[in-house]
C-alpha cells in the first residue's frame, strides 16, 4: 500500500546505475555527516554547526538546539525531537517520538522515503522496506536481495518486530505500524510546490547527521530549477501549450462498478507546468473534477494541446482512446489527438511494474521540470529531447525496466538525474512547428474550465479564479485524494 535533459543512452545509464563502482563494494563514506560520534551526558557544546534552513517546503520546520533539533510535521502536527546519542534526553513537552541520533539504523515504508535516504547516501542504515516489489532503484533492489529485508506486511507481529529493531521508522499518515515509539511521519507528497517536495531531503537529513549532504542535494536542485524555469520563460513565454493531467479509473468493486474520469490539479503540478513554458488546465473553485461521462470529460479538453494521463492501469494508446470514448482518432476534434502529443510518467518501471515516477521526481524537482519541458517543447534541445519518466503513447515509447543488474554500487548516493541547466543551449520555439500547430500564441494565462457551464474560460482575468480554486477546502481534499491514490498505486 505504501509508497533528461539527457539526449544519449549514456545519460540514461547514469540514472540508472547511480554509481561507478562494484555493486558489491561495502565501503561507507563519512563525508558530509557531523557528529557522527555519541557523547558523554555532560555535553552542552553546539553538536551542529552546520544547519538546514527551509526555503520553500511548508509542510516541516527544524529548529536547533546545541545537542538536540526538533523537527515538526505540520500536516500531522507532529514533534520529533532528535538528541544526540549519549546527551541528556532534553526536556520537551508534546512529542511524538525521541530519536537518538545520527540514526543507525532505519526502516521506509513508502518508495519517496527510500529514496531520499538513498539521495543522501545513507542507505547503508536501511534494514527494512516496504513496497519493496514496486522499488525502481535498481540499487534499492540490489541491496533487498543482498542486505535489507523487505517488512511481511502480511503478519502485524512479523511487521512489529521489524520495525523495533530500527531506530527510526519513516512511514505515511494511516500507514500500518501499530509501534509509534520510533515512528516518523512524512508528508512530502502533500507539499504544494516540485521544490518544496525536494525540500524534505533536509528532513530526511536531520536523523543522520547529515545536513552538510541535504544542504548540497537541496541547493543543486535548486538552482538547477531556477535556470531551467528562467530559460523556458525567456524562450517559450509567448507559445505555451496547455496541459491536462488526467486518469480513467474503469468499473470496479471500489467504485461502486461506476466507471469516472478525473482531472488533476495539485498544486505542484500548476506551478511546474508554468515554470515548464506551458499553460494547465484547472476547473472552477469548489468544483469536482471527477466526471462521470467520458462526453463530459472530453468537452473540457477541447482546448488542451497535451495530455498527461495518470491512471492506474498502465495500457496502450488504443485503449486509452476508447477508455476516453474516442471511437475514431481521425474524426476526433481534438489537438492532443490529432498532434499525438499523449504521454504517462511509466516509462522507468520495475519488473513487476512499479513506477519510477512515484520516486526520483519528488527528491529532484529539476529534473521533473525539465522533463516536463521536454514534453511541452520537445525540440527546446538540437537534436530532440530523451525523456526520463513521460512516454508519449502516441508514438508508442518503450518502457524501460530497471533491474539489480543496473546498480553498481549499492552504496554510492543516488545520481540526479537531470542536465546541468548551464550547459544547455535552449532552442526558440519555432510557430510552425508542428509541434505548435494548434497552439494560441501570445496566451500566458491558464484554462480554466466551469464544470456547472460545461465551458472554458479562456481570458486573463480568469487568473485569479485560477488560484482562488486551489486554495481552502478543495486544496485540501484534492492533496487528500492524491495521498489517498498514491498509496492505493504504491
Not at 537529513?205 to 538552482?223: C, I, L, M, Q
Not at 554500487?409 to 500547430?437: K, T
Request: charged fraction near 20%; include cysteine.
Amino acid at each position: 500500500m505504501n509508497l533528461r535533459y539527457s539526449t544519449s543512452l549514456a545519460a540514461l545509464l547514469v540514472l540508472l546505475n547511480a554509481g561507478a563502482m562494484a555493486a558489491t563494494n561495502t565501503t561507507v563514506s563519512t563525508e558530509g555527516l557531523q557528529s557522527t560520534q555519541c557523547v558523554d551526558s555532560s555535553a552542552s557544546n553546539d553538536l551542529y554547526p552546520t544547519k538546514s534552513k527551509v526555503k520553500y517546503a511548508t509542510g516541516f520546520s527544524i529548529a536547533y538546539h546545541n545537542t538536540y533539533k526538533v523537527l515538526e510535521n505540520k500536516s500531522t502536527n507532529s514533534t520529533y525531537v532528535l538528541y544526540q546519542c549519549g546527551s541528556t534526553k532534553p526536556s520537551v513537552k508534546n512529542v511524538s517520538a525521541f530519536i537518538p541520533v545520527p540514526v543507525k539504523s532505519s526502516a521506509a515504508w513508502a518508495t519517496t522515503a527510500a529514496i531520499f535516504l538513498e539521495a543522501l547516501g545513507v542507505q547503508n542504515t536501511v534494514k527494512n522496506l516496504g513496497t519493496a516489489p514496486s522499488l525502481v532503484s535498481a540499487c534499492l533492489q540490489e541491496l533487498l536481495k543482498e542486505v535489507i529485508e523487505p517488512f511481511n506486511d502480511s503478519n502485524s507481529t512479523d511487521t512489529d518486530h521489524q520495525e523495533q529493531k530500527n531506530d527510526v521508522v519513516f512511514n505515511m499518515p494511516g500507514g500500518q505500524d501499530t509501534n509509534t515509539t520510533n515512528t516518523v511521519y512524512s508528508t512530502e507528497y502533500l507539499e504544494p510546490s516540485a521544490l518544496g517536495r525536494s525540500e524534505w531531503v533536509k528532513f530526511f537529513g536531520a536523523f543522520f547527521n547529515a545536513e552538510e549532504r541535504a544542504n548540497k542535494v537541496f541547493d543543486s536542485v535548486d538552482s538547477n530549477y531556477q535556470c531551467f524555469s528562467t530559460k523556458a520563460e525567456k524562450e517559450y513565454n509567448d507559445i505555451r501549450p496547455v496541459i491536462a493531467w488526467t486518469s480513467y479509473a474503469g468499473p470496479t468493486q471500489y467504485n461502486n462498478n461506476t466507471a469516472y474520469w478525473q482531472i488533476s490539479f495539485a498544486n505542484y503540478k500548476y506551478d511546474i507546468v508554468r515554470d515548464a513554458g506551458a499553460r494547465m488546465l484547472n476547473t472552477t473553485g469548489k468544483q469536482s473534477t471527477m466526471f462521470s461521462t467520458s462526453q463530459a470529460f472530453l468537452r473540457a479538453l477541447r482546448e488542451v494541446d497535451i495530455v498527461i494521463d495518470e491512471s492506474f492501469v498502465s495500457y496502450n494508446y488504443s485503449t486509452l482512446l476508447k477508455n476516453y470514448g474516442i471511437a475514431d482518432p481521425k474524426q476526433a476534434n481534438y489537438s492532443w489527438v490529432a498532434t499525438g502529443r499523449v504521454f504517462r510518467p511509466d516509462r522507468i518501471q520495475s519488473t513487476s511494474g512499479g513506477l519510477g515516477w512515484f520516486e526520483a521526481p519528488v527528491a529532484f524537482a529539476d529534473a521533473l521540470l525539465q522533463d516536463l519541458i521536454g514534453v511541452a517543447h520537445p525540440k527546446f534541445v538540437k537534436d530532440g529531447y530523451k525523456h526520463i519518466w513521460f512516454r508519449n503513447l502516441a508514438k508508442s515509447d518503450p518502457v524501460t525496466v530497471v533491474t539489480a543488474s543496473n546498480c553498481t554500487d549499492m552504496y554510492a548516493s543516488r545520481a540526479n538525474p537531470a542536465g546541468s541547466c548551464s550547459l544547455i543551449d535552449f532552442q526558440s520555439a519555432n510557430p510552425s512547428d508542428s509541434d505548435y500547430s494548434d497552439v494560441e500564441q501570445s496566451r500566458t494565462h491558464d484554462l480554466i474550465y466551469d464544470v456547472s457551464k460545461s465551458e472554458v474560460i479562456n481570458d486573463d482575468s480568469s487568473k485569479q479564479s485560477a488560484a482562488a480554486h486551489l486554495t481552502g477546502s478543495t486544496l485540501v481534499a484534492s492533496l487528500v485524494a492524491g495521498a489517498l491514490a498514491m498509496l492505493a498505486i504504491l
